[in-house]
């Protein structure tokens, strides 16, 4: 008997049983469990299946106009039936990951007080501080393992969503139950509330989160401090993500907390392994090595740091000093290229500063700045990436003389959702004469070259933190290395298909996406191995160790506890 055929005892009835979405079938209920569990009348008569739940609300999710609309109805079938949501989801992930995820999550997490119905996850706000330890305290929170954390401050390129950046959280772990196969039950959303600097939120009378200017300085780092003390009394053992925090403190959280828990930051460490397996599988279609690669960077904010990090750990892997791998990297941020003795130079851009002397024979259009256009004419990079939130910002000039001095640049206009993205595919492609390998945070279209459509690289950090997550509770990781980032990003290049037709793909389609946390897990739990960091194992374990953390949307029969 499979794991799925073993009743599962269950020991609430009717209508309770009926609202718990991770419990609930609806109406797929059985005349015997009708019986057993009170539930005859509940439900309209007929006893349904799971195939056809799922043809239900596909066909219900299609009738909507708007996006926003298939998000709330989506988000509504998770709080009603977990499995049936993550059925639907893991049939039919193309179609549905931008509805509960990326663009549309944005525009979820700005109308958030709007369209709300029902809580899930917990809001742990400043003038509740004192009582965080027995918030968590609750047996509902028994079985949690993961936790996606974020204070709402820098949602995507939207900026400070406040409360509404619980879609957040709540869209990174649908990916994790969907594509790593993480239980849900295991699973929890969490939204810091410390107030918000986003007037039209505070204006707006139907605001759910607290109204209050953002609590920074020291009593931000008080409470944070307080809640990661709460956290590791609870749950030892818990994986931790921060998410979409603001520059100045997503860095130095990773930094202070990495070695006191299970933690990693998915904006500096998942997209800088997306990033570089995507740029991985581009040198081999360009035939231009990683080392010989000219990179520029726009956006040198979080991002864009653990981008740059993990290109010159690896250009110094493959031999260069790292001193050379600087000298092929190029950084640019709101005040242009960063160079020496600039104002506003944060710690963690120095590793992307340029001395004055590497720019003095520069050709610039003013003598006081050193912008974008700037450092493409004078770099020539074969590498453009941005992290900028700046949409527009690749323009048809910068792009033209990028390409004129390579014949296949990468161009990976990263930044989310779509109305932030530096530029489409579809003007790249026109501007490059269909040249450029193109990779964006957002999913696109395929576009036309040559009369043929072209799928759209989508590289987003949902390549890898779902491997990263089933890696860690597959072999019972204690902390999280640069390395294992490394491997996942060399796993993910290594699936990458073929480089036979003219367009290849970068990246396996996202329809993939469930096989790809797989094998980033695989990659990334040897590497937790080798770095010492979880109990040892052999590796013909691994697999089953593997196979044994994903949770399958199917429905269990169910008996009556006695
Ligand atoms: N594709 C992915 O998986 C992925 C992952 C993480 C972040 N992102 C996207 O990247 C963007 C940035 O995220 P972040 O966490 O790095 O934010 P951030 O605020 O930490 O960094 C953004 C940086 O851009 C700079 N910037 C702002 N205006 C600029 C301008 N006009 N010219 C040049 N630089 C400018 C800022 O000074 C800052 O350093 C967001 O849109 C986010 O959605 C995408
Ligand atoms: O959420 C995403 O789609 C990717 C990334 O984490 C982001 O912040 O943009
Ligand atoms: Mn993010």
């Known amino acids: 008997m499979s794991s799925d055929q073993i009743p599962l005892e269950v020991d609430i009835e009717g209508a309770v049983l009926l609202t718990n979405p991770l419990l609930n079938k609806g109406t797929a209920f059985t005349d015997e469990e009708r019986t057993a569990f009170s539930l005859h009348g509940l439900l309209p008569p007929r006893v349904g299946t799971l195939d056809a739940q799922v043809a239900r609300r596909l066909q219900a999710v299609r009738a909507f106009t708007r996006d926003l609309d298939r998000y709330v109805f989506l988000r509504g079938l998770q709080d009603a039936n977990e499995t049936l949501f993550y059925a639907l989801l893991t049939r039919h992930l193309t179609e549905m990951l931008p509805l509960i995820y990326t663009p549309t999550v944005g525009q979820a997490c700005e109308q958030f007080s709007h369209y709300w119905h029902f809580p899930r996850g917990l809001f742990l706000s400043w003038p509740h501080r004192d009582i965080i330890n027995q918030i968590l305290a609750h047996p509902r929170y028994d079985r949690i393992e993961t936790i996606v954390v ?134 081999k279609v360009s035939g231009i090595s ?117 014949e296949r640049p990468l161009i990976f206009p990263l930044s989310n959702p779509l109305s932030r993205c530096e530029a489409t595919p579809a003007d790249l492609a026109r501007w490059t004469g269909g040249r450029a390998l193109i990779g964006t945070g957002s999913p696109f279209p395929p576009v036309v070259i040559d009369g043929q459509p072209v799928t759209v690289n989508q590289t987003n950090n949902a390549y890898i933190f779902p491997g990263v997550g089933l890696a860690v509770h597959a072999v019972g990781a204690r902390r999280i290395s640069d390395a294992m980032f490394v491997a996942a990003a060399r796993a993910l290049a290594a699936l990458a298909p073929k480089a036979t037709q003219a367009h290849p793909k970068l990246l396996p389609p996202v329809e993939g996406l469930r096989d790809v946390a797989v094998a980033v897990a695989r990659a990334v739990a040897l590497q937790a191995r080798a770095d010492g960091l979880c109990a040892g194992f052999e590796d013909e374990e691994l697999d089953r160790l593997i196979a044994a953390k994903r949770w399958e949307p199917v429905y269990r029969p169910y008996r009556r506890s006695r």
């Open 150 to 283: 974020s204070d709402g401050e820098r949602i995507l390129g939207l900026g400070d969503q406040g409360a509404g950046g619980m879609g957040i959280p709540i869209g990174k772990l649908s990916i994790y139950t969907a594509c790593a196969g993480l239980d849900p039950a295991t699973t929890l959303p969490i939204l810091l509330d410390t107030g918000t600097d986003n007037a039209e939120r505070i204006a707006d009378p139907l605001y759910m989160g607290w109204k209050h200017e953002r609590v920074r300085g020291a009593d931000y780092d008080a409470f944070i401090e307080t809640f990661i003390s709460a956290v590791t009394k609870r749950w030892p053992r818990v994986l931790l993500q921060w998410e979409d925090f603001a520059r100045v403190n997503a860095g130095p959280l990773l930094e202070r907390y990495r070695d006191r828990l299970c933690s990693f930051n998915d904006d500096i460490q998942g997209t800088a392994a997306v990033a570089a397996a995507t740029l991985l599988a581009g040198t």
């Open 290 to 406: 990683l080392c010989d690669q000219r990179f520029v960077l726009f956006g040198a904010g979080t991002a864009g740091s653990g981008i740059g990090r993990m290109l010159l750990d690896l250009m110094v892997h493959e031999g260069l000093t790292r001193r050379e791998a600087q000298d092929r990297f190029f950084a640019v941020d709101r005040h242009g290229l960063l160079v020496e003795g600039m104002a506003d130079l944060q710690s963690f851009q120095a590793p992307f500063v340029k001395s004055r002397a590497a720019v003095a024979g520069w050709q610039l259009a003013r003598p006081d700045r050193i912008d974008l256009l700037d450092t493409v004419r004078n770099v020539r990079p074969t590498v453009l990436i941005g992290v900028s939130g700046q949409p527009g910002a690749f323009t048809e000039d910068i792009i033209r003389s990028m390409a004129d001095s390579v």
